[in-house]
């Protein structure tokens, strides 16, 4: 027989050896076919559990793989939600700045009107009426600032 018989023709060689086997074939041409079939048994099986080992290697790679895209995905959403209150926190930023800068508009024009008056009017204006428009003008700027004062 050869040495260099593959798997399937080792086979289908020990199912015809044992077709044609009768009490006269030699025990050493049984042997013979009986330790390469043992050897290729042997190699087979080594084979398979190197394939297992392989295949057990790779499905733990797969879940730790999976585990790192699902912390992943979780980050990705964190940061997506921190993202949507950021930009909340930014529209409420923007208008709050519009808010205040037409208060500084308004407080200016307050400023502006009061110092017209006592240079147009001098001493004509009273000081009361001077004083009320400062306090009104102070009063209306600090509401839209949100800012306390001691006397409140």
């Given at each position: 027989m050869s040495e260099s018989l593959n798997n399937k023709e080792l086979i289908a060689v020990g199912h015809e050896l044992a077709k044609a086997m009768t009490s006269d074939t030699p025990i050493i041409e049984i042997a013979k076919m009986m330790s390469r079939l043992a050897e290729r048994l042997d190699c087979t099986t080594a084979a398979l559990r190197e394939?297992?080992?392989?295949?057990?290697?790779?499905?733990?790679?797969?879940?730790?793989?999976?585990?790192?895209?699902?912390?992943?995905?979780?980050?990705?959403?964190?940061?997506?939600?921190?993202?949507?209150?950021?930009?909340?926190?930014?529209?409420?930023?923007?208008?709050?700045?519009?808010?205040?800068?037409?208060?500084?508009?308004?407080?200016?024009?307050?400023?502006?009107?009061?110092?017209?008056?006592?240079?147009?009017?001098?001493?004509?204006?009273?000081?009361?009426?001077i004083l009320n428009a400062a306090k009104r003008a102070h009063d209306e700027s600090t509401a839209v600032a949100c800012i306390s004062t001691k006397e409140e």
């Open positions: 394939t297992a080992k392989q295949r057990d290697a790779l499905a733990r790679a797969w879940d730790a793989q999976d585990d790192h895209i699902i912390q992943q995905a979780d980050r990705i959403e964190s940061l997506e939600n921190t993202n949507t209150g950021l930009g909340k926190a930014l529209g409420a930023a923007q208008k709050r700045i519009v808010e205040l800068e037409n208060s500084h508009i308004k407080l200016r024009e307050s400023a502006a009107a009061i110092h017209n008056t006592i240079r147009l009017d001098g001493a004509q204006t009273s000081l009361a009426v």
